[in-house]
C-alpha cells in the first residue's frame, strides 16, 4: 500500500532531526530520534538530547469533489539531560540552544520534501525546571498540505 501524504510529511520531519549534528554546524548531535510518545525515562541517558514527533491534529476542509486540505499541527517532544544534576541552568541553557537547533533544522525544507505547501512554527512551551535532571520542550509545528479522497 503506498504511503499516506501525511505519514510522509512526518518521516521527512523526523529526518530533519538527523541534520542536526556538531559536525554540520549545530549545537547539538541529536541522539534519540522518533515517532511515536515515549517517557523521558525511557530513553538512554547517552542518547539525549531526543526528539520526538509525539502526535499530529488536522484540520481538513474539502477543496474540490475529490480533493482536500489540511491543516495539521505536529507536536514535537524535545529534550535534554543536565551533564550535572545540581546545576539545573545549564539543562535550561542546552534547551535553549535544542530549540535553536530544531529551528534552523525545519527551515532547510520548509516543503517537507515537496509534500506540504509550508511549515510554520507555532506554540513553543517549555517545562517550568520540574523534571531536573532534564529539561523538555514541546513545539507545535503547522503543517499546510493537499491530497486526493483516493490517496490520501
Same mark, same amino acid.
Given at each position: 500500500?503506498?504511503?499516506?501524504?501525511?505519514?510522509?510529511?512526518?518521516?521527512?520531519?523526523?529526518?530533519?532531526?538527523?541534520?542536526?549534528?556538531?559536525?554540520?554546524?549545530?549545537?547539538?548531535? +541529536?541522539?534519540?530520534?522518533? *515517532?511515536?510518545?515515549?517517557?523521558?525515562?525511557?530513553?538512554?541517558? #547517552?542518547?539525549?538530547? =531526543? !526528539?520526538? $514527533?509525539?502526535?499530529?491534529?488536522?484540520?481538513?476542509?474539502?477543496?474540490?469533489?475529490?480533493?482536500?486540505?489540511?491543516?495539521?499541527?505536529?507536536?514535537?517532544?524535545?529534550?535534554?539531560?543536565?551533564?550535572? +544534576?545540581?546545576?539545573?541552568? *545549564?539543562?535550561?541553557?542546552?534547551?535553549?540552544?535544542?530549540?535553536? #537547533?530544531?529551528?534552523? =533544522? !525545519?527551515? $532547510?525544507?520548509?516543503?517537507?520534501?515537496?509534500?506540504?505547501?509550508?511549515?510554520?512554527?507555532?506554540?513553543?512551551?517549555?517545562?517550568?525546571?520540574?523534571?531536573?535532571?532534564?529539561?523538555?520542550?514541546?513545539?507545535?509545528?503547522?503543517?499546510?498540505?493537499?491530497?486526493?479522497?483516493?490517496?490520501?
Amino acid at each position: 500500500m503506498a504511503t499516506s501524504k501525511r505519514q510522509l510529511i512526518l518521516e521527512n520531519i523526523k529526518a530533519a532531526f538527523a541534520l542536526i549534528t556538531v559536525a554540520g554546524g549545530y549545537n547539538f548531535t +541529536v541522539g534519540y530520534k522518533g *515517532i511515536g510518545a515515549k517517557h523521558i525515562t525511557e530513553i538512554p541517558a #547517552d542518547m539525549f538530547p =531526543a !526528539l520526538i $514527533v509525539a502526535g499530529a491534529d488536522e484540520d481538513r476542509n474539502n477543496v474540490t469533489n475529490s480533493g482536500f486540505k489540511s491543516v495539521m499541527d505536529v507536536s514535537i517532544f524535545g529534550c535534554v539531560r543536565s551533564s550535572d +544534576v545540581k546545576s539545573p541552568e *545549564i539543562a535550561e541553557s542546552d534547551l535553549s540552544k535544542l530549540i535553536s #537547533d530544531l529551528t534552523k =533544522a !525545519l527551515y $532547510v525544507d520548509h516543503t517537507r520534501g515537496g509534500n506540504c505547501t509550508y511549515t510554520e512554527i507555532g506554540v513553543i512551551q517549555a517545562d517550568k525546571g520540574y523534571a531536573q535532571p532534564y529539561a523538555a520542550f514541546e513545539m507545535t509545528v503547522q503543517v499546510e498540505y493537499r491530497g486526493e479522497f483516493t490517496a490520501p
